[in-house]
């Protein structure tokens, strides 16, 4: 393999041991240096990248694409899927710039250049770029937890990036191979390293849980390899099989010189984090701006030893499912299996823990023997909020698929999972065809906001996406009241928030119904209560 040391710079830092592989707290490198490496040939191989688009969206940009029709996106980010004319056309820019940024980086994992590597940053930075602004707004809320874990057991935090290439930061991603959460962990993998995997609870899905694993998984793997290119490759493929490289190499313990021997995601893995590293760290120079939700989302946590149900919490005091779900995503049931002796954790907003605590005993009390029967867990068929055959109830639409339609478009239009539509339709993958009738179920009551999507054109169909349906229940309810000036007076109803309210009606956010009246952060919803709402046309 051809390797051109490109020599860049030469940056004199503070003196201090270095360790191979491994950086201690009290030193860095004296050197820093690109290396370029050529992936042309190797071995009389061809490069499965020698065209630049060829499989960087279907081995990458899946989980990607997943984010966004996450629960957490859809309802606190505002979504405009719509690309910049201006980046309609993939602008390169020159190698040396791309070098020179890498250059700059504060890390200890060396950060190799190449023609892979350029085609995840163009993935990240032009193709994917919406999304990657919600990572970076994500990336708040995870990376300071992720970076105290990684700490804690003396590894580089920029291994925090690995997150990012694992699961896009959506903590209930699930792989094809079924490897779930943050750092898509297998079910054995996560069952050695202690996590709970059962009816009730999968700790894979739990941030700070899953977190302190990976850090125990990425320290046990760099023992074996001393190289933290092989360690990365071998979280992503195996032990085994970056074993297996390394013998048909010949003996190499380099990630490049092992390359066309590892499996083939695994060869886009480690381009794909230098990638995560670069746009983590260079986002505005390619004028990406972190996008935040429309509130903070600040949390605490209740200590759990009883058995409760989401529906119990929401009801009482008024936190919707949906949140207590993005929140507490660990609970595969929407049930906290606690009881004397085995404590669980749930996190709500930090504005509610005095609620919470207030109404600690009505909580538990609220359809006791509804949900738990003699005080035995009454296991769900399915959870119904989410589970992808809950058809009940809802309005059926049929879409015809039309030249340039994907499943990923088709969700955003109609405000659907992708997994929802394979199962609706006994969809492969993501293989449809032009002119197939999709089967789409929406919310009762939205059937009319959705029924001319058939008829609309691609850019119509984007921006009708941004539109928020409002029901027929809700124009006609007993709740909502209109006094001629254009103000829509809404009675705030048990289970109410902010967003579900926001979200009934077109263009208004959480924002705009605060300061129309006077609400700050911290304000608790009362039943009753009288909200002036400024519908957007």
């Known amino acids: 393999m051809r390797k051109i040391q490109l020599a860049l710079a030469i940056i004199a830092l503070t003196t201090g041991q270095v360790l191979a592989g491994k950086l201690p707290k009290d030193s860095v490198p004296k050197i820093k240096r690109i290396e370029v490496v050529a992936l042309d040939t190797l071995n009389g191989y061809q490069s499965v990248y020698a065209s630049p688009d060829e499989n960087l969206n279907d081995l990458f940009g899946a989980q990607i694409d997943s984010l966004a029709n996450t629960w957490y996106i859809q309802n606190t980010f505002n979504i405009d899927f719509d690309v910049d004319p201006e980046l309609s056309e993939l602008v390169s820019l020159p190698d040396s710039i791309y070098i020179q940024r890498l250059q700059s980086i504060e890390s200890y994992i060396d950060l190799s250049y190449n023609k892979t590597v350029k085609n995840f940053i163009e993935l990240y930075t032009q193709r994917k770029r919406d999304l990657t602004e919600m990572m970076l707004g994500l990336s708040a809320y995870y990376f300071p937890m992720m970076e105290e874990k990684l700490d804690k057991y003396d590894l580089p935090l920029e291994l925090k990036y690995m997150a990012i290439i694992e699961s896009a930061l959506n903590p209930t991603a699930r792989s094809r191979a079924n490897a779930v959460g943050l750092w898509q962990f297998m079910y054995g993998t996560g069952k050695m390293y202690k996590l709970e995997i059962g009816t009730f609870v999968d700790e894979r899905r739990d941030p700070e849980k899953a977190t302190e694993a990976a850090a125990k998984y990425l320290s046990d793997l760099y023992k074996i390899y001393q190289n933290w ?56 120079q390619h004028k990406i701006q972190p996008r935040f939700p429309d509130f903070p989302i600040v949390t605490d946590t209740i200590h759990v030893q009883d058995y409760l149900h989401f529906k119990q919490v929401s009801e009482v005091i008024g936190i919707s499912t949906e949140e207590l779900q993005a929140l507490n995503p660990q609970y595969r049931m929407d049930i906290i299996p606690g009881k004397p002796g085995k404590r669980y954790v749930l996190r709500i907003p930090a504005e509610r823990v005095g609620d919470y605590i207030d109404n600690e005993e009505q909580i538990f009390a609220y359809n006791r023997t509804t949900y738990f029967p003699n005080n035995e867990i009454l296991v769900p068929k399915e959870r119904s909020s989410h589970h992808p055959s809950d058809i009940q109830g809802k309005d059926k639409i049929l879409y015809t698929v039309k030249s340039g339609d994907n499943l990923g478009y088709i969700s955003q239009w109609f405000r659907v999972r992708v997994t929802d539509l394979r199962y609706w339709n006994n969809i492969y993958k993501n293989l449809i065809r032009v002119g197939q009738k999709l089967a789409v179920y929406v919310p009762q009551g939205q059937a009319d906001h959705y029924a001319n999507i058939n008829s609309m054109s691609f850019s119509q169909k984007q921006e009708f996406a941004k ?71």
Request: aromatic share 12%; proline share 5%; hydrophobic share 35%.
């Open 229 to 284: 290119h092989l360690v990365i490759a071998a979280y992503n493929c195996g032990p085994g099989n970056v074993n297996k490289a390394i013998r048909r190499s010949g003996g190499a313990r380099d990630y490049w010189s092992i390359y066309y021997y590892l499996p083939r995601e695994t060869r886009g893995y480690v381009p794909a984090f230098i990638a995560a590293a670069y746009v983590m760290n260079h986002f505005a």
């Open 467 to 537: 539109q928020t349906p409002v029901t027929k229940a809700v124009s006609a309810s007993a709740n909502v009241s209109y006094d001629g000036s254009g103000l829509v007076h809404y009675t705030v109803r048990r289970g109410d928030t902010l967003w579900s309210i926001a979200r009934q009606f077109p263009g208004v956010s959480n924002q705009d119904i605060m300061r129309l009246n006077n609400m700050k952060n911290g304000n608790i919803l009362k039943v009753g209560q009288k909200l002036k709402i400024q519908p957007k046309s």
